[in-house]
């Protein structure tokens, strides 16, 4: 039986503690008993979460981190982990489901599809099958902040409504963790490997249920504060499981969150999403000052891969840095003293491995004119290369990442351009 363990803040008033404790956690033992197991894990993914073993197999991620049992090398500088069980989305399935990321694009073209009117008439059969193979527990297709941000920033209702009407039921809501939470177990293992400290590196899980677990701030819609009568009362009127009606109205919450049609857009005071591009703009002037250094100064100039290092050490992940360094117990020494030295341990972190090596190629193009797609796809890339099974991507970064870094060769991951090769290879 799963169990999941909470920590309640603030209990209600002349309710004891235990009683907000019963009343929080006694859905997830009641699930179970009500529905079976396998419904009770494949309606409710934070359930899911909590199953380490079925059918003799571990199927459980940090389990498997933790025990030394699950995983293996896999690339030169990543270790391939097992992801969490088919339970979050599905049948259950002996086997370990595959992980598939697809970009914004995509996702636009099988909401068309969906709608009934694909850009190629193939699509419609790829919606279905892949539909097919999300049900069945063979497949999961989980959503970022990348997916997220750049659908909430599109101001056409006509182009998100119908991607949030397929991503609901392809992704489950299942979604992948982001960079800057990623990058910490992977400093503190790559720390861990080289001088033995820490002791016991921070394990990250990489899949989670949501949007708040996408940017880092895992949360959900939960019921507090009921008496057992109160519920029974609520139940009855209502013909549901509270259950059940927190699972609604998570569901219901995250659709609106992708959707967000312009008629509520409106309503919601100081809703702003194109704040976003603003702050990508600010980065893209940053790495326009990087390109013109990278091509004008001769020093800086015979190595590149340094410069590029270096902007994504102290821009993009300095304070995760010095976090483990400290965590490590290095507070007055640094461990890397030279250039080559940090390059080196930046390039054995899977993220910044995929990050730095997309950025490189791109410099190295004089002619390339950065725009914010990049940003966003380097984001997304940098994740979902180490930790999926195959990516669809735009065919611009896709070739950067296969032709020119090599990198679907180095992580074992094919990254396609369509979905056409997508269903080809999941053999749809």
């Given at each position: 039986m799963p169990v999941v363990n909470r920590t309640i803040l603030r209990h209600p008033p002349g309710q004891a503690p235990t009683r907000a404790l019963t009343n929080v956690t006694l859905p997830y033992a009641v699930a179970p008993a009500n529905k079976g197991w396998r419904r009770a894990c494949a309606e409710d993914a934070s359930l899911a979460l909590g199953v380490n073993i079925h059918g003799g197999q571990l199927v459980n991620a940090a389990v498997g981190e933790a025990t030394g049992l699950g995983g293996g090398p896999r690339g030169r500088t990543r270790r391939r982990l097992?992801?969490?069980p088919a339970l979050?989305?599905?049948q259950v399935n002996d086997q370990r489901p595959r992980t598939v990321y697809l970009d914004i694009n995509h996702w636009y073209a099988l909401g068309r599809a969906g709608a009934g009117?694909?850009?190629?008439?193939?699509?419609?059969?790829?919606?279905a099958g892949l539909q097919g193979e999300v049900d069945a527990g063979r497949l999961v297709i989980p959503l970022s902040s990348v997916t997220y941000t750049e659908l909430t920033e599109n101001p056409r209702d006509q182009h998100r409504e119908p991607a949030a009407s397929v991503m609901l039921p392809l992704s489950r809501l299942v979604t992948i963790a982001p960079p800057d939470k990623i990058v910490d177990e992977e400093l503190a293992r790559e720390l861990n490997r080289r001088f033995g400290r820490p002791a016991f590196p921070v394990k990250v899980?990489?899949?989670?249920?949501?949007?708040?677990?996408?940017?880092g701030t895992p949360g959900r819609v939960k019921t507090t504060g009921f008496t057992a009568a109160e519920r029974d009362r609520i139940e009855t009127q209502m013909g549901k499981t509270i259950a059940d009606l927190e699972l609604q109205a998570n569901a219901l919450f995250e659709y609106w969150l992708l959707a967000t049609p312009r008629s509520l857009r409106d309503r919601i005071p100081g809703f702003e999403p194109v704040l976003?591009?603003?702050?990508?703009?600010?980065?893209?002037?940053?790495?326009?000052?990087?390109v013109d250094s990278l091509h004008s100064g001769k020093e800086i100039a015979t190595r590149p891969?340094?410069?590029v290092a270096a902007r994504q050490l102290c821009r993009d992940i300095f304070g995760n840095f010095t976090r483990a360094l400290a965590s490590a117990g290095f507070v007055t020494s640094l461990p890397l003293r030279t250039r080559a030295e940090l390059t080196d341990f930046l390039e054995h972190l899977p993220t910044q491995r995929v990050a730095t090596s997309l950025k490189y190629h791109y410099v190295k193009q004089a002619a390339t004119t950065w725009k914010i797609n990049h940003l966003r796809d380097i984001e997304a890339l940098s994740v979902a290369i180490p930790y999926t099974d195959a990516v669809v991507t735009d065919a611009d970064v896709a070739d950067v990442a296969t032709q020119r870094?090599?990198?679907d060769a180095e992580f074992g991951t094919p990254v396609f351009k369509s979905l056409t090769e997508l269903a080809t290879y999941l053999g749809l």
């Open positions: 097992n992801h969490d979050t989305i599905g009117n694909p850009d190629r008439p193939e699509h419609a059969g790829v919606l899980p990489k899949i989670g249920y949501g949007a708040g677990f996408a940017f976003t591009r603003q702050d990508a703009a600010a980065e893209l002037a940053e790495i326009q000052v990087m891969m340094d410069g870094a090599g990198l």
